[in-house]
């Protein structure tokens, strides 16, 4: 996993904490104004946001750097607003997407808005002090809007010439698929956010992923000819794999930030895993430790280097599940792998005793222990051989799995390639 490189242009010297560390770690990738920005901060506290919409039931890996960002902005003394998308989830977001997003019911939408805001808390303090962090629903203005009035206000401001040229727009055009007029109001409503975001608690910086760079710069503008002020945008690098497919849900391959999407100890070998080329940019981007002890540790070389792959499983482990979970998933690794012990306290799912008697096909019971993200990505580890029954190769990914199989210590044992393992347990 690497995140794709920042554009060339050099950058401005700058001495605010917050983008002097931002630029040395490795985060950043566009942004409006440097100079501009960096004095603000300098000059004492701002407010920023990072918008998320409500579209699955858990933040993946690819989320964690905007985590990460607003983490770093609070530990630097500014506040944080995290924008839960209720309204603009109703609409769907095309970036990045040839297909319209299935629209989901105000329940779907409720219950992932309260997941997500569980991951929220990992990484950011909430309160009303002035660094804490606030939860921020854009349904309670969006929804509320008498939509001819609204097109007066917003709409002048906003060119179809120049709409036609966003990226979201664009490569759906190009690709000849369908982009429903709904889909082509997100960015008015994204811009809009941002200038109310402003009005309510004077909010002057968005940050976001860098696939956001022209949705953002919509609010940016809109905020300069509504309001005539100057607001600020920062974008950091979508992570990718080394194969340079966004790494996210959509991707085949997600590692969910939910423990009960994806257990805590999956997600510790999903970074102990990582190419040796990666473990530096990942412990800048994922990790608090000082630079310079990152530098040793990507340094390493032969079997020392997974020494620091290990520090860096443990130690994003450690921000997002807690110290006991970090620890003894280091212990379970380290005992299943260097001891050859069973080591039970492995991640185990329970299944209903009535499901294993009528069986489970093998790629459906990999899948629900979180050691695939789904179904097709079972039948493909089984097809390859990396799918593993109480130790023995599978060869078929039909083949159902039943109370027969349950073994030593009352559990079935999953493995997924040389270093994903699970247990599931009749319940």
Request: overall charge negative; proline content about 5%.
């Amino acid at each position: 996993m690497v995140p794709t490189p920042g554009p060339p242009a050099q950058t401005p010297e700058v001495r605010s904490p917050f983008l002097c560390t931002f630029l040395a770690r490795g985060y950043h990738h566009q942004g409006t104004d440097l100079a501009a920005l960096d004095a603000a901060m300098a000059a004492g506290p701002i407010t920023a946001y990072w918008g998320c919409d409500l579209t699955a039931e858990s933040l993946h890996l690819g989320n964690l750097v905007g985590l990460m960002t607003l983490r770093m902005l609070q530990r630097f003394g500014h506040k944080p607003i995290v924008l839960l998308g209720g309204g603009t989830t109703k609409v769907g977001d095309p970036s990045g997407k040839d297909a319209t997003r299935p629209l989901l019911s105000p329940a779907a939408i409720a219950a992932n808005k309260a997941r997500l805001a569980r991951v929220f808390a990992r990484y950011l303090t909430f309160g009303d002090g002035p660094a804490e962090a606030v939860f921020v629903d854009n349904d309670d203005w969006l929804s509320a809007l008498a939509y001819i009035p609204f097109l007066r206000d917003v709409g002048p401001h906003f060119t179809i010439n120049r709409m036609l040229t966003m990226d979201s727009v664009a490569k759906r055009l190009e690709r000849e698929q369908p982009l429903t007029f709904l889909e082509f109001n997100y960015m008015i409503l994204q811009g809009y956010d941002f200038v109310e975001l402003h009005r309510r608690m004077g909010c002057t910086l968005q940050v976001g992923g860098a696939d956001q760079w022209g949705n953002i710069l919509s609010g940016v503008e809109l905020g300069r000819r509504m309001d005539g002020v100057h607001l600020h945008a920062l974008t950091w690098p979508l992570l990718q794999t080394a194969a340079g497919e966004k790494m996210g849900k959509s991707a085949g391959n997600a590692v969910w930030l939910s423990p009960e999407l994806f257990a805590p100890y999956a997600f510790w070998q999903a970074l102990r895993n990582v190419d040796d080329a990666d473990v530096g940019r990942l412990l800048r981007l994922f990790t608090d430790l000082p630079l310079d002890e990152i530098q040793r540790l990507e340094a390493l070389e032969g079997a020392a280097r997974n020494d620091a792959k290990k520090v860096l499983a443990t130690e994003t482990t450690r921000i997002l599940h807690g110290d006991d979970a970090a620890e003894a998933a280091e212990e379970t690794a380290r005992r299943t792998f260097e001891e050859g012990d069973a080591a039970l306290d492995l991640p185990t799912i329970e299944v209903a005793r009535g499901d294993l008697a009528a069986g489970v096909a093998a790629f459906e019971l990999f899948q629900r222990a979180g050691l695939v993200a789904s179904g097709s990505e079972g039948r493909r580890l089984v097809a390859q051989g990396g799918a593993r029954l109480n130790g023995a190769v599978l060869s078929d990914p039909l083949r159902p799995v039943t109370l027969d199989d349950v073994g030593e210590g009352g559990v079935i044992r999953l493995q997924a390639g040389r270093k994903r393992h699970a247990l599931v347990r009749p319940a």
